[in-house]
């Protein structure tokens, strides 16, 4: 061994069979989802879709939020904004699945470029109010297309048909939205690490210091709301596809309160944690009702089932806040470093 072989190795860590057990895992884990719906019931095949679903929306608002640092409320907005796009495309237009889905997208990456235009001026709370006034816009419009059409009840949708398949079944769906999701989650994973990812990530440390070394803040903001809504009006494409059904009542601010907490609750900034806080959160009201039929309440606490979810949630957060701020994400790197041996790979130091 060379002299310079062996300062290179002295200076860098030996791996860790850390690495080893993440591909085992990773390994382990394709397989369970890929055998999960021989061994699950109809109930559950349905949770793990709407579980996919919900991770589509997280990610989008993790990438304005956590990655970008843009407060945003209006999140069951651009949800309603996809949903509508594809009960007028699919149904009223005839157009075939996939082309409405990306439609829906370009709608709403259309709607996040305008939203951001009031990110350039405004900041913090009066950004997120903002974003909730361009809500109640979408939602309005929605409402009065459901409305005027004489859909009083709601809108409802055939099952799609993807070439020689029709998504008839929740098996069906269950392996169109695995794919999906390892999609959706592979791009991000790159975008996020491409130069508008790191100007995003600059932006949310300090956008000042950020402008300093080259970023454009005008057009890296609006980029951030312009993706964002675009994912999230696919999610809400999906999602109305995948129940049959649009209405205006689905959309309320308590949506995008359920949404805030499963990016709140998974992790700021993490891929991963928008997939368990989405879990997390759409596991929770199911387990809270698996709760109260198991321990036989009465009818008078059935009742209050609604307002106990609601204040589970803030409960919830306020927790995590206070005591994991970095959430679930921040849990599971604690015991990665553990299981990892406590030791960090030191940098390799520079060769005279």
Known sequence: MTALESRRS?????????????????????????????????????????????????????????????????HAGFLAAGAFTTAIVYREMGIPFLPTLAIATLMGMGLGFLVGLPSLRLKGLYLALGTLGIHYVIVYLGGEYQFRWNYNTGIILEDPILGPLILNTGLKWFYFLLGFTALVWLFTFNLTRTRPGRAWMALRD?????????VNVRADKRLAFGFSSGWTSLAGSLGAFYIHFVSVDAFTFYLTIEYIAMVCIGGLGSILGSFLGAGFVTILPHFIDYLVDLLGTSGRIASHIFALKFS??????????????????GIWSRISHHLNGGRKREPAKELS
């Open 10 to 74: 002295a200076s860098t860590f030996p791996q860790s069979p850390f690495r080893t057990i993440q591909w085992l895992g990773i390994l382990l884990l394709t397989a369970a989802l890929a055998l999960f719906p021989f061994f699950a019931s109809g109930f559950l095949i349905d949770i793990a879709n709407r579980v996919l679903l919900a991770f589509i929306a997280a990610v989008a608002l993790n990438i304005l939020t956590g990655f970008a640092g843009q407060v945003s409320l209006g």
């Open 312 to 329: 589970l949630f803030g409960l919830l957060m306020i927790m995590f806040l206070i005591f994991e701020p970095q959430g679930i994400i």
């Open 206 to 214: 300090r956008d000042i210091a950020a402008a300093s070394m080259g």
